[in-house]
């Protein structure tokens, strides 16, 4: 989906609800994926396994809630959550109360 054929004014918006529907229950499998014992890398890896220790009421509220505002791309081998500005950890406690 381009941004050209999102911002048509004569777009399928049904078209369009589909695909969002698509990613989004795509979205919900990935991270559900995430939340078993699997080895997860890099600094939001490291951040969803300390999560994984809460104990968490309704996981499927969570997901349904989370999916849809996740910025998930594809690197070709694995998937990146960072955002534009990225994730770094911290080198202190000082640059942590930073965050």
């Not at 049904?14 to 229950?25: C, G, N, V, W, Y």
């Not at 919900?28 to 220790?53: H, N, Y």
């Not at 959550?81 to 965050?99: F, L, M």
Request: glycine content about 6%; proline content about 5%; aromatic content about 8%.
């Amino acid at each position: 989906m381009t941004q050209l054929y999102a911002s048509n004014p004569q777009q399928d918006l049904s078209l369009f609800e589909e695909i969002f529907q698509q990613m989004t229950e795509f979205k919900i499998d990935l991270i559900e994926s995430w939340l078993d014992d699997q080895p997860l890398a890099g600094g939001a890896g490291e951040k969803i396994v300390e999560m994984r220790t809460i104990p968490i009421k309704d996981r499927a509220a969570l997901l349904a809630q989370t999916a849809p505002h996740a910025n998930i791309r594809a690197t070709g081998h694995s998937w990146c959550i960072a955002t534009e500005r990225g994730y770094t950890k911290p080198h202190s406690a000082q640059d942590a109360k930073a965050r």
